[in-house]
């Protein structure tokens, strides 16, 4: 979104500023001038989408012009920014049309909900009503943390959703390392925190992007600090999310306790991600009737087989009879690719996009978004046809 701002202050331009490139989408300043008559006398070449006005530097001759600012101006949200009680001020700018006033020193959080607002009336964003999936191992190896971000990018970059992973591991997460080269800045530990921050603009400035629509939530890279995060900071976490992203992605790891079990609680769907082997079987069964005490429905467990091969002495029936639940999908054994994906940091569909395992996430990617590849050429071809054309 463009802005402009009206103020002497200077630093309070830079604070704006500041807040601005942190949030999804970017709010950039495009000129400031000093006061209203300097604005009104200078009128921007480009028309802007807001206007913040910095009232407390409005002589009393000046209100006036809020109103004349305002049909200058006729598509632009107004957003006054006030000390005390400036009565005049106020009624001028209600006449004008501003819609939001905030008071100064300016409260980080206020500022992000109305630009939340903003956002929302101006039809650069919407509200989400995500939904959040979770991938969790039945045994270690099983190659969780590899689907949940590969996964993750397919659904971001084939489908265009807006995709969000966090990392609940609580020691050694990783997750960054599988689609990325950059450092997180702030992790789990870090926003539970300062769960007071919390708001989709704060959330944002916290992740890793791995493109414009897909960032990571860093895990907790001190396990000290894991005893500040409580089951409640999930709960805030999500809620944010979900408003904010179509899907959040959960990659829980093996051990669950009680913050993970907030997540997994949560949950819109459980992907239980598991080898065709018996001891991955066996831990399985386990997993599966801890999910079933706590209440979980049949409907929200879907297994994935990793690493699958057709033709062993285990089939997918006798998996599933023995864990009483469905395969919903399975991915194909392609370690070489797999592994050069995980060595370089690169997600695989941007390593080895004509892979087997590259095709088996774009169809699960389809799987969840209930796109059928027999109505059309699938995404995975359209994608990179176009890219090829």
């Known amino acids: 979104m463009k802005a402009l ?14 807040q601005g490139a942190a949030r999804m989408p970017v709010l950039r300043l495009l000129e400031r001038r000093s006061g209203l008559r300097d604005a009104v006398e200078r009128m921007l070449p480009e028309a802007p989408e807001l206007v913040i006005v910095d009232a407390s530097g409005i002589d009393a001759d000046e209100a006036d012009l809020l109103e004349r600012l305002a049909r200058q101006y006729p598509l632009a949200v107004l957003m006054l920014l006030t000390r005390g009680q400036q009565q005049d001020v106020l009624i001028r700018a209600m006449r004008a049309g501003m819609r939001e006033v905030l008071q100064l020193p300016l409260v980080h959080k206020a500022f992000h909900e109305a630009m939340d607002r903003v956002d929302i009336q101006a039809g650069v964003t919407q509200m989400r009503d995500g939904k959040v999936l979770a991938f969790i191992s039945c045994k270690g190896g099983s190659g969780a943390t590899f689907l949940s971000t590969n996964f993750s990018y397919a659904l971001a970059s084939l489908a265009g959703c807006k995709v969000l992973l966090i990392d609940l591991h609580g020691q050694f997460g990783d997750a960054t390392l599988y689609v990325s080269d950059q450092k997180p800045a702030m992790t789990l530990s870090d926003i539970c925190a300062q769960i007071a921050r919390m708001d989709g603009a704060f959330l944002a400035s916290c992740l890793v992007h791995v493109t414009p629509n897909f960032g990571v939530l860093a895990a907790a890279d001190d396990p000290a600090h894991k005893v500040d995060m409580q089951p409640e900071h999930m709960d805030r976490i999500l809620a944010v999310a979900r408003q904010h992203y179509d899907y959040i992605v959960l990659d829980v790891g093996r051990q669950i306790d009680a913050l993970s079990l907030r997540a997994l609680d949560n949950a819109d769907a459980i992907y239980p991600v598991l080898q065709l082997a018996l001891p991955d079987i066996r831990d399985g069964r386990r997993l599966l009737d801890i999910f079933r005490s706590l209440g979980y429905p049949g409907e929200r ?10 033709g062993g002495r285990l089939r997918l029936a006798d998996l599933e009879q023995a864990l009483g639940a469905e395969v919903v999908h399975t991915v194909p054994n392609d370690y070489i690719a797999a592994t050069d994906s995980v060595n ?5 569909l941007q390593l080895s996009r004509t ?15 209930a796109r059928r590849v027999m109505e059309s050429r699938g995404l995975f071809d359209r994608l990179f046809s176009r890219s090829e054309a």
């Open 344 to 348: 370089q940091g690169i997600p695989l």
């Open 355 to 369: 892979s087997a395992v590259a095709r088996s996430l774009t169809e699960l990617v389809e799987l969840v978004t």
């Open 5 to 18: 701002m009206i103020s002497r202050d200077a630093s309070l331009h830079d604070e704006i500023a500041a």
């Open 301 to 310: 467990l879907r297994l994935i087989v990793n690493r699958y091969e057709k």
